[in-house]
């Protein structure tokens, strides 16, 4: 996988693919992502222009040996199965067995929708669930109900070739905290799931919910009612066995992981292709470098594989060394587990030492040798605040 695209040299392989699938039938009043409505989606040309920009960006035809593969959205469960598995075909290179997985809502769950998934090489569904609760499913827009979304979840798990994760939401204006309750419950003693996003409700600027709740038409959970209902979810996961691998991700066993999300968690590059896709890649002089593609799918479709490799209307980032560096501490800080905060330290150890200090006054780390230091589960819950405690150490020219 080794290349130029658009004056950057990869000086590594990079193994981890993110494709961005825009096309949905109808926009959530709480989604800020690039998203396209659209009742007939140019499937084919999309899938071809998408296998196109990722021969232009890494200069060579493929398909390649990805580790991990996910396609987001956008609903990509939308996309026709032989258009998908034609995509993956020219994507993937065969004997490669990548975790491959696909964002799906649960309306679009049929058995022969399952079949074409697991014969197009798809080894992990991710569930846009949100809610069971049909009252919170309406507020957040979804087009389907709790019922549906059970059903398509044990349709998934009774056809045996997909490990199945769920996306839940919390603080839904207008809902109760039991619901959120009975959807742990539900979800971490059926036996089928093995993965959790736990999610709370996140007001995006630009989004007609928060439109409302501006207007007073809708009212904001609290922060005490948000941690206590997040703290009733831990304890009920750890009562069945679950972990919590990251802030707001869950998991029945170890190896139930979302293995792409861990790659990009711990600094890897990535490829994304399609609209609104976002890489972190490196060049040729250990540089590492951010791009967003174009939002604007006629733009994305209409592009020459030149274009492609530059991007037409992308925005590319240069990021400094210090910038990479409060990135790894903002993520490491969402992750429950040993860092080694000395030897990452690059960018004014004395102030990255007196901020391990105060979060370990505050119980929000434990040191736990003089190397490293692990986020507590107190600390999780400051996770965000400790990011910005980071940030303040860069340069200003870095902010």
């Known amino acids: ?15 981890h693919l993110y494709v961005h699938v825009p096309f949905c039938l109808r926009r959530c009043p709480y989604c800020d992502f690039a998203v ?10 999309y899938a071809q222009q998408v296998v196109a920009e990722a021969r232009a960006r890494l200069g060579a035809r493929g ?17 026709p199965g032989d258009v998908l598995a034609a995509m993956l075909q020219d994507l993937v290179a065969g004997g490669a067995q990548p975790e491959i997985t696909l964002e799906v809502n649960p309306e679009t769950v049929g058995e022969e929708a399952l079949r074409g998934w697991a014969a197009a090489g798809v080894t992990r569904l991710s569930f846009g669930a949100q809610s069971f609760d049909d009252h919170a499913l309406r507020t957040l827009g979804r087009q389907h109900t ?22 839940l939401i919390f603080g839904v204006p207008s809902t109760v905290p039991e619901i959120v309750s009975s959807d742990i419950a539900w979800l971490a003693t059926s036996g ?29 959970w609290e922060d005490g009612a948000l941690r206590e209902v997040h703290e009733a979810a831990l304890a009920a996961l750890r009562g069945e066995g679950w972990e919590r691998y990251e802030v707001s991700n869950f998991r029945r066993d170890p190896g139930a992981g979302c293995r792409h999300n861990l790659a990009i968690w711990e600094g890897d590059t990535y490829l994304g292709v399609g609209v609104g896709a976002v890489s972190t890649l490196r060049d040729a002089m250990g540089g590492w470098h951010r791009r967003t593609n174009t939002h604007h799918v006629a733009r994305y479709l209409a592009a020459s594989p030149d274009a492609l490799a530059d991007g037409p209307d992308a925005q590319h980032e240069a990021l400094s060394c210090q910038e990479r560096w409060s990135e790894r ?24 030492a007196k901020l391990v200090a105060r979060w370990e006054a505050l119980g929000w780390v434990r040191v736990l040798d003089d190397d490293a230091l692990c ?6 819950f400051f996770s965000d605040q400790m990011g910005l405690d980071i940030v303040t150490l860069l340069p200003d020219e870095s902010r």
């Open 192 to 220: 089928w799931v093995t993965h959790l996003s736990l999610y709370e409700l996140t007001y995006e600027a630009r989004t007609s919910m928060t439109q409302a709740l501006r207007r007073g038409k809708l009212r904001a």
């Open 375 to 380: 986020p507590t589960e107190e600390g999780l």
């Open 146 to 167: 709790g019922a549906q979304a059970r059903a398509a979840i044990a349709r998934a798990a009774a056809a045996q070739a997909f490990a199945l994760s769920v996306d």
């Open 1 to 15: 996988m080794d290349g130029e695209r658009a004056g950057v040299a990869q000086t590594e392989p990079v193994e």
């Open 329 to 352: 501490w903002i993520m490491a800080l969402r992750q429950p587990r040993p860092w080694g905060w000395r030897e990452n330290a690059s960018v004014d150890p004395a102030g990255v």
């Open 36 to 45: 396209s409505v659209r009742s007939s989606p140019p499937w084919e040309a």
């Open 63 to 79: 398909p390649w040996p990805w580790k991990t593969v996910f396609l987001g959205g956008g609903t990509p469960s939308l996309m």
